[in-house]
């Protein structure tokens, strides 16, 4: 194609031959530090997120790490009882709270939500800051809590243990969690609202890609569900700082009571996790299987199924506190129904692989991983379903390795694999394709060397938050610690190599992937208005077509300036 | 090769859970395989640079897979659910002719005390075959009783009961462990329990020096607190009758009936003026505070005697003995764990003291 008049400077940069008066990059809009502390633009936001939570997430690795060492041997030779506690508190809090929680909406979703939409940013970008200061705040406090002496009450913070028997910072950790709850729940209504009012012409509902209907649902919970939270933290700070009788027994209490409010919230939370997760997948094995997603208004009544249902299964908390054999029933069968769902979304995965094209690029790997660690997770959260299991693993490692392989598994791994994805998109710059490769096998690998003999020892009896245990579980453990620095390794890695590509990495095209999204129709980075036109829509999500197939017709479009609109 | 890799069973209930786990595992697996299989041979036959037929789907099939493996799933996962769930109806409640063990947990110990008076720290005695219904609670924090050999979890919490019963089906010593996260020794809050053969057990029973049962330290407590006061047969005071009232339908006043069972003995001893019985005054005072759940326990003990006749070993109305358990918990439970300490009183953690 010649350049005609109506050629697009976008196409232009895609060559390499920036066209005179295109507007210069949200990075290079300012570059002190006050430019980026007061950055209303969502793309710097997302990247204030990804620099905090990346703290966050080596924060409570660390702790996971020397968790892991301790349990090498069944003797207390490490730590003793008490820094153990504190050290598991320490990684519960900070990966689950300002880590998981927080990672790929507060990030990928931050900085993709208006791209993907075709918005200049988000509806309330101010909100959208004083959200990432929010998440500071919180951390700053649970960090303060740590400094003083720390918390062994666990993430969950049971009453009355962490109410009235425990001498630790408590008050001060659940302050800053507390905190941090307002930061999510300014996120999602800034999605929500953002979703419901800025989509470009053209971009209806059932054209939104997966990965903006998975944000929209997760705020749905965000907004729903992290009230509850917050509540229930005033409580436990209302019964520790001022004594009221809220939980405590011995006054009239009920501790049960907290255990229905932390997992009312707790239990969607799960699903806080997973389900911007679920939206990244879908965007990568697509683009990669160059095939349209199989099913894609099943995937997105999924997506919904699941923050709907995953609302009523908080109970399969507590088969084991003695509930009612009626109640117990009707959680249980939840539990099962809101796998259905989750099961669908892996079926279509998998079938969008069929007929496709598919390359092995490093997002990809982490993709496939996902779908695997996922489905194992998934499974074995039919296992915690089943009421007569359920009872006999209920705090062992078999819900930990369950739950790892949900949280960590999955999730981080999805996490990654957006990195990658949309990281040209982000930076401008490529990464070195072989280190991304080696680090999502080594990743893969070492997860399941960690956490898959978890479920053995788990079912054998082995019980969690334990820092000594009984000989007959070493086995277990040592290849569970040695999985764990492989992991260590595996995580280290991409630090390295994604902040060397910063600097030294190829210049990435706007579309390296040749990706159908409308992100990838603006520059690499994005103008701080991201699009030079006004974007519309006309195709269909995920037109993506393997080689011989008929060509593209309709593809979103960004007009050029002064073009047609 | 399994048998590594499974818990020891010792239990009547472990071979079902067993059963669901390994029948669920074989789903599970076949599941995995089908996907990761599905995955691998797409990913090869579908490769970039592969002569593989890429034509589009028609819209039927994939209509058709969607709703074919939808209900598939469904079906599968709601069998799951019958197929646990009917077990788990099954076990719930304890035969009536249970040992009944009353158990307290408290940080870091767990002391269980059998109907017969026999006491133990960090130990369990019973005889392989027959039911034992545990009756648990705690007297600081929430502790979970874990068997895992009898596939068997309860919660211990404060302020209220909980209960859960076994029948083991094999001699043997098995861990007790506590699975709810309860402060510095968790890990430490270890006991066993000892499966013993009747004989054995018989034996074993007699060689323990008898100590009061909770029936008979209930009727010493009846007294010593003042509930004789009012409640005993021939007391001045209108107070109800409490001879026969264990499991009785008792009719409140505003007309509700509720069952005396061991919640509402407790209830009316905590908070008496919340329902009153029918033809008497709300003049109760509240026991709260005043009575430890041990102590509540023993009062239950002693009504329940009342109303069924004795279940335990000796009449009431004997002379009470002494109860005294010799050798000391050093001597009966040596640790499971290397370096855990076993100690009568550990010193308990909290209350936390606040400013």
Same mark, same amino acid.
């Given at each position: 194609m010649s350049a005609d008049v109506a050629e697009s400077p976008t196409a232009l940069a895609d060559r390499g031959e920036l066209a005179l008066g295109l507007p210069e990059s949200y990075l290079a809009a300012g570059h002190t530090l006050g430019s980026w502390l007061t950055a209303t633009d969502h793309k710097r936001i997302a990247i204030l997120y990804a620099i905090s939570i990346t703290l966050f997430f080596f924060i409570g690795g660390a702790a996971a790490t020397i968790v892991r060492l301790e349990l090498f041997t069944p003797k207390a030779d490490v730590v003793g009882a008490d820094t153990y506690n504190k050290l598991f508190t320490l990684h519960g809090v900070v990966m689950v709270w300002f880590f998981l929680i927080p990672s790929i909406p507060t990030t990928l979703g931050n900085f993709l939500l208006p791209l993907m939409i075709g918005a200049r940013d988000m509806a309330f970008p101010k909100l959208n800051l004083a959200s990432w200061y929010l998440n500071i705040a919180g951390g700053i406090l649970t960090a303060s809590a740590m400094l003083a002496g720390g918390i062994d009450t666990g993430w969950t913070f049971y009453v009355p243990y962490s109410t009235v028997f425990s001498n630790t910072a408590v008050s001060l950790g659940v302050l800053g969690v507390f905190v941090a709850g307002f930061s999510t729940i300014a996120t999602g209504v800034n999605v929500i609202a953002t979703t419901h009012t800025l989509r470009a012409p053209g971009m209806t509902w059932f054209k939104l890609p997966l990965f903006v209907w998975a944000m929209y649902t997760t705020s749905l919970i965000f907004v729903l569900a992290t009230p509850v939270l917050a509540v229930t933290l005033l409580l436990v700070l209302a019964e520790r700082v001022f004594g009221l009788p809220i939980f405590d027994p011995a006054r009239g209490g009920d501790p049960i009571l907290f255990q229905h409010l932390f997992w009312f919230y707790s239990h969607p939370a799960v699903y806080i996790m997973i389900l911007p997760a679920m939206g990244v997948i879908s965007e990568v094995i697509t683009c990669f299987a160059r095939r349209r997603i199989f099913g894609y208004s099943f995937m997105v009544y999924a997506l919904v199924a699941?923050?709907?249902?995953?609302?009523?299964?908080?109970?399969?908390?507590?088969?084991?506190?003695?509930?009612?054999?009626?109640?117990?029933?009707?959680?249980?069968?939840?539990?099962?129904?809101?796998?259905?769902?989750?099961?669908?979304?892996?079926?279509?995965?998998?079938?969008?692989?069929?007929?496709?094209?598919?390359?092995?690029?490093?997002?990809?790997?982490?993709?496939?991983?996902?779908?695997?660690?996922?489905?194992?997770?998934?499974?074995?959260?039919? +296992?915690?379903?089943?009421?007569?299991?359920?009872?006999?693993?209920?705090?062992?490692? +078999?819900?930990?390795?369950?739950?790892?392989?949900?949280?960590?598994?999955?999730?981080?791994?999805?996490?990654?694999?957006?990195?990658?994805?949309?990281?040209?998109?982000?930076?401008?710059?490529?990464?070195?394709?072989?280190?991304?490769?080696?680090?999502?096998?080594?990743?893969?690998?070492?997860?399941?060397?960690? +956490?898959?003999?978890?479920?053995?020892?788990?079912?054998?009896?082995?019980?969690?938050?334990?820092?000594?245990?009984?000989?007959?579980?070493?086995?277990?453990?040592?290849l569970s610690s040695a999985g764990a620095a492989v992991l260590a390794a595996a995580y280290l890695m991409p630090l390295g190599y994604l902040t060397w590509s910063v600097f030294f990495g190829e210049r990435a095209r706007n579309d390296p992937w040749n990706a159908s999204g409308l992100e990838w129709r603006t520059t690499s980075p994005p103008p701080r208005e991201n699009f030079l036109g006004k974007p519309e829509v006309l195709a269909m999500p995920y037109n993506y077509h393997p080689e011989g197939a008929p060509p593209i017709k309709d593809r979103p479009r960004v007009p050029a300036q002064g073009s047609l609109t | 090769m399994l048998a590594g890799l499974m818990p020891e069973q010792a239990s009547e209930l472990a071979p079902r859970v067993d059963a669901i786990f390994l029948g669920l595992t074989a789903i599970s697996a076949f599941i995995v395989l089908l996907v990761v299989g599905l995955v691998v041979a797409f990913s090869i036959r579908f490769r970039r640079g592969s002569k593989a037929n890429r034509d589009a789907l028609p819209n039927l099939v994939s209509r058709e897979f969607e709703i074919g493996w939808t209900a598939a799933t469904l079906f599968v996962f709601v069998f799951i659910f019958w197929w646990a769930a009917s077990a788990e109806i099954r076990a719930f409640v304890a035969p009536k002719d249970a040992i009944e063990v009353h158990v307290v947990a408290k940080q870091w110990m767990w002391k269980t005390q059998s109907a017969n008076g026999v006491r133990e720290i960090n130990e369990l005695h019973v005889p392989v075959g027959a039911p034992v219904r545990l009756i648990l609670t705690s007297q600081d924090v929430i502790h979970a009783f874990y068997v895992p050999a009898f596939r068997l979890k309860r919660d211990a919490l404060p302020g209220q009961q909980t209960e859960a019963w076994f029948k083991a089906t094999k001699t043997g010593t098995f861990h007790l462990l506590c699975t709810e996260y309860c402060g510095t020794d968790h890990a430490r809050m270890l006991g066993r329990i000892v499966v013993m053969e009747p004989e054995d057990y018989a034996r074993w029973l007699s060689a323990q020096p008898e100590g009061d049962d909770l029936a008979h330290q209930g009727e010493r407590l009846f007294t010593a607190r003042g509930c004789a006061g009012c409640h005993a047969p021939g007391s001045a005071v209108h107070a109800p009758d409490l001879a026969g009232l264990w499991g009785r339908a008792v009719q409140l006043a505003g007309g509700r009936t509720v069952t005396a069972d061991g919640a509402y003995i407790r209830d009316s001893i905590l908070q008496p003026k919340r329902d009153v019985v029918a033809g008497y005054e709300p003049i109760m005072p509240s026991y709260a505070g005043l009575l430890s759940d041990g102590e509540i326990q023993e009062l239950t003990a002693y009504i329940r005697a009342l109303g069924s006749g004795s279940r335990s070993s000796r009449r009431l109305g004997e002379p009470p003995l002494s109860s005294r358990v010799p050798g000391g918990p050093e001597a009966r439970s040596p640790a499971l764990v290397p370096g855990a300490p076993v100690t009568d009183t550990p010193t308990p953690a909290g209350p936390a003291t606040r400013p």
């Open positions: 699941i923050s709907v249902i995953g609302f009523f299964t908080w109970g399969h908390h507590m088969f084991t506190s003695g509930m009612s054999p009626f109640a117990a029933l009707v959680f249980s069968f939840l539990s099962f129904i809101v796998a259905v769902p989750s099961a669908i979304k892996v079926f279509n995965w998998t079938a969008t692989l069929y007929r496709g094209q598919i390359g092995f690029e490093s997002p990809m790997l982490y993709a496939l991983g996902f779908v695997g660690l996922f489905t194992v997770g998934g499974l074995t959260g039919l +296992f915690l379903a089943s009421i007569p299991i359920d009872v006999h693993v209920q705090d062992t490692y +078999f819900v930990v390795a369950h739950f790892h392989y949900i949280m960590v598994g999955a999730s981080v791994s999805a996490y990654f694999a957006g990195l990658h994805f949309w990281w040209p998109k982000v930076t401008g710059r490529m990464y070195p394709e072989t280190w991304a490769k080696f680090s999502a096998i080594l990743m893969f690998f070492g997860f399941n060397l960690t +956490f898959f003999p978890q479920f053995i020892a788990g079912y054998l009896g082995m019980p969690r938050r334990y820092h000594v245990y009984p000989p007959e579980f070493q086995v277990w453990n040592v | -």
